[in-house]
C-alpha cells in the first residue's frame, strides 16, 4: 500500500505522519504538492494537519480549492480510502466528502493536550484492529476542532454508525461529543485527534497505530461499516 | 463595473465566542448595556459586467467560498459603479 501525504502551504504535521507511516509502520509514503492532480500511483491518501493557507477566510476553505483536492475528489468517488486528520478533516468538511463543519473550540482557547476517546465503530476499514467501545489516548492540538452539524445531519450519522470516534470529555463543544466521523460509503474518515503523534511509546502513546495498521490490514478487502 | 459589500454571519445556533470575549471586554470597560456582540465578515468586491447576472455569480461565490453555508449566513448589497 503505497500512501500520498499531500503538502498545503502551512501544513505541518506531514512529516509527522511520513514518520509515522515510514519509518515506524515500514509502509511506502509520499509528500506530494498541492498542485498535484493525479493520485492515480496511491492506495490512500492522508491529508495531514496544520494551518493550510495560514487558515485565511476559515480552516480548509482555501485548500479546497487547491488542485491536488480535484485529484482527492475523484479518489474517494473511486472509493479508495482517504483520511483527514485535524486541518484534514477541516479541509474534507469544506470541500463536502464528510457533512458538517468545524467551528472554534467553545472555551475559544486553543487547547494542546491529550484526550480520551471512545472507538465507537470498530467495524470501518480504519479501525478493525481496535475493539468496540475501546477508549484510547490521542493528543489533540486545535482552536477550530468543535464539530457542528445540524439535528437532520446528527440523526443521519447516528443511523448509519459514521461516528467513529467520541471524546469522553468533550474538550471544545462538538456536537454529541463527535471527535471523528466517516463519510457513508465508509471509504473517507475525518478526525481532530492526531493518530500520526501517538505512534511510538516515546511519545506518550501507541494508541494511534491502529488506524494505520488497521487500513494496511484491509487493503483489497470489501469492509462494510454498519 | 458592480461595487458588491458581501457580509457574512454565524447562523443563530452557531457559537460565537469571539464576539462574546468583545462583549465581555466592552462590559470591563464600562459600556455595561451592551447586550450582545456578533463578529462576522465584510468583503468589498469589485466585478466588471460579465455575461451573467451579477446577482447569480455573487450567490455562487457567497455559496463556494466566502461562506460556509453549514454555519454562516450572507446577504450582499451590490451598487453600479459609474464607468470611468
Known amino acids: ?226 | 463595473m458592480y461595487l458588491v459589500k458581501v457580509y457574512v454571519t454565524y447562523k443563530e445556533s452557531i457559537l460565537d465566542p469571539k464576539g462574546e470575549a468583545v462583549n465581555d471586554a466592552l462590559h470591563r470597560l464600562g459600556y455595561t448595556n451592551v447586550q450582545s456582540v456578533e463578529l462576522g465578515k465584510y468583503f468589498e468586491l469589485k466585478l466588471a459586467a460579465g455575461s451573467r447576472p451579477v446577482e447569480a455569480q455573487v450567490d455562487e461565490m457567497c455559496d463556494r467560498l466566502l461562506a460556509n453555508v453549514n454555519m454562516e449566513t450572507y446577504r450582499y448589497e451590490i451598487t453600479e459603479l459609474e464607468a470611468l
Open chain 1, 1 to 226: 500500500m503505497i500512501f500520498a501525504v499531500p503538502v498545503f502551504p502551512g501544513s505541518n504535521c506531514d512529516h509527522d505522519m511520513v514518520n509515522a507511516l515510514r519509518d515506524v509502520l515500514h509502509a511506502q509514503a509520499d509528500l506530494v504538492p498541492a498542485t498535484t492532480s493525479d493520485l492515480t500511483a496511491y492506495d490512500a491518501v492522508i491529508l495531514p494537519g496544520g494551518f493550510s493557507y495560514g487558515d485565511y477566510l476559515r480552516s480548509g476553505a482555501i485548500a479546497r480549492f487547491a488542485p491536488v483536492m480535484t485529484a482527492v475528489q475523484a479518489f474517494a468517488a473511486a472509493g479508495k480510502p482517504v483520511m483527514g486528520i485535524c486541518n484534514g478533516f477541516q479541509i474534507l468538511t469544506e470541500a463536502g466528502l464528510l457533512p458538517g463543519a468545524l467551528q472554534a473550540n467553545r472555551s475559544a482557547k486553543f487547547i494542546c493536550q491529550t484526550s480520551e476517546l471512545v472507538v465507537r465503530n470498530s467495524q470501518t476499514q480504519f479501525t478493525t484492529t481496535y475493539t468496540e467501545n475501546q477508549h484510547i489516548q490521542l493528543p489533540i492540538a486545535h482552536g477550530e476542532g468543535n464539530y457542528y452539524c445540524d439535528d437532520a445531519t446528527l440523526a443521519e450519522l447516528q443511523a448509519h454508525h459514521q461516528i467513529v470516534f467520541e471524546y469522553v470529555d468533550n474538550p471544545n463543544g462538538s456536537v454529541a461529543n463527535i471527535a471523528g466521523i466517516i463519510n457513508r460509503a465508509g471509504n473517507v474518515l475525518g478526525m481532530m485527534p492526531h493518530p500520526e503523534r501517538a505512534v511510538e511509546a516515546i511519545l506518550g502513546s501507541t494508541d494511534g497505530l491502529g488506524l494505520f495498521k488497521s487500513l494496511l490490514a484491509n487493503q483489497g478487502r470489501e469492509v462494510t461499516h454498519a
